[in-house]
């Protein structure tokens, strides 16, 4: 027992920072770098997804540097099953040196702490052995320590944050199409982007964009770079949109309108179409019900070159969905189910699948349906795009779509989870 507890003070107090320790054998032999910094450390951690109702851990692969902690769902430099499909990254949060680092030893818990921002930020990760757990501590320490100092991390300073909270993200949803003077706003110019410039890029809003590269060109339409150039980086404008969407105030479809969608979606395949048409005509406030189709316009538009981009309509939905319908991944929602299964967890991540495959259902019916869904009266689907129009036939979901439905969940986890993260 001394021993052990001499090791872990070693590890966790006392001196100088030490270096950062390498990759262990094995690990990331062809990454030593990522995002263009220097990886302090990589491997498994356990996160846990309870605001969307999961009570277990869930192993993912972590990877540290001095600016973010990333995580995806396999180590990310081992060989893909399926050959060039990238590795999504499923979340992460943004390091500034204000950050310090608790650890529950007798839990193997590992809590990140920052004081600073709008209301602080905690962040409770898992080691499998205590040994990670002090490795983990250690490189953290030393990752903060050499991190963007507080007050210029865009969002982390609460004096930096006002400006960019009024012009570009968190602005209420009624100004989320328009700036006050009419003109497009920020998230309007990026969907046009997308749909001119974006359609043909294999995985556009699926493949992640690095944080620091949507922080960055943020930041520059704050200090007055307000068009986009048809050479950026679609996958940066792609996150610029989620981060936007992600940082509304209040969800884009607000959790009685996900009820009543998820009560029509449920209506026999005659007489869905016309149930959706009512549920939003009759509960949608018309600043939620205008956002929610210029999404749906944009993502008609990169679904429509699926056979360029690899991004079919489930795929796009998969994407989407858990930005567009927050309450019902929150689990706001009450979703009828029969499971009879044991305890451990079970029942809430089988609840929580469901909510992810509803949420996929009801965007995947309002994108094949659109025209019938949204054609009549004030609901015209060319409020605010000429964007090509894409059909509603059926389609057969491919070994790839599969990929990225399967991803939906875990995005969704990690929208709850890390919410002041683009991924």
């Not at 399926?82 to 529950?104: A, F, H, P, R, W």
């Not at 991190?147 to 865009?154: E, T």
């Not at 944009?298 to 489930?314: C, F, G, I, P």
């Not at 299964?341 to 495959?357: C, F, P, T």
């Amino acid at each position: 027992m001394t021993n052990n507890k001499n090791t872990e003070s070693s590890k966790g107090d006392g001196g100088p920072p030490p270096p950062p320790p390498p990759p262990a054998p094995g690990q990331l032999e062809n990454m030593r770098f990522h995002g263009g910094n220097a990886i302090f450390k990589s491997g498994p951690l356990f996160i846990s997804s309870k605001g969307i109702g999961w009570t277990s851990w869930k192993k993912r692969w972590f990877i540290l540097t001095r600016t973010s902690l990333v995580f995806f769902r396999s180590d990310p430099s081992a060989i893909p099953q399926k050959g060039g499909e990238v590795n999504l990254t499923l979340g992460g949060i943004d390091l500034n040196n204000s950050g310090s680092v608790v650890v529950k030893a007798d839990k193997k818990l590992l809590t990140v702490l920052f004081p600073d921002g709008r209301d602080g930020r905690t962040f409770t990760l898992k080691a499998e052995t205590s040994e990670d757990l002090y490795e983990w501590k250690t490189a953290l320490e030393n990752a903060l320590a050499q991190a963007p100092s507080a007050s210029l991390v865009m969002g982390q300073n609460v004096k930096d944050k006002q400006p960019v909270k009024s012009l570009v993200v968190g602005r209420p949803i009624l100004l989320a199409l328009e700036d006050v003077d009419g003109s497009p706003s920020f998230l309007e110019k990026a969907l046009r982007f997308i749909e001119d410039h974006g359609t043909k890029v294999e995985g556009i809003l699926r493949q992640a964009a690095d944080v620091d590269d949507v922080e960055h060109r943020i930041k520059e339409y704050e200090q007055g770079k307000t068009e986009f150039s048809p050479k950026e980086d679609a996958h940066v404008i792609a996150d610029c949109v989620k981060y936007f969407l992600r940082e509304l105030p209040s969800s884009p479809v607000p959790a009685s309108c996900c009820n009543a969608l998820l009560e029509a979606c449920r209506t026999d395949r005659g007489s869905r179409v016309n149930a959706m048409r009512v549920a939003i005509c009759e509960t949608f406030p018309e600043p939620n019900r205008r956002l929610l189709q210029r999404i749906l316009l944009m993502m008609q538009t990169v679904a429509s070159h699926k056979d360029v981009n690899r991004m079919s309509t489930s795929a796009v939905a998969a994407c989407m969905a858990p930005l567009l319908l927050r309450p019902l991944l929150a689990g706001d929602c009450e979703i009828e189910s029969n499971f009879n299964v044991g305890g451990d967890g079970s029942i809430q991540l089988l609840k929580a699948a469901a909510a992810a495959n509803h949420a996929q259902a009801i965007v995947i019916t309002l994108l094949e349906e659109y025209e019938k869904i949204f054609s009549e009266g004030s609901m015209s689907p060319g409020l605010y795009s000429d964007s090509d129009e894409c059909g509603s036939e059926d389609e057969e979901v491919t070994d790839d779509d599969e990929s990225y439905v399967d991803d939906m969940d875990l995005y969704a986890e990690s929208v709850q989870l890390f919410g002041d993260v683009l991924l």
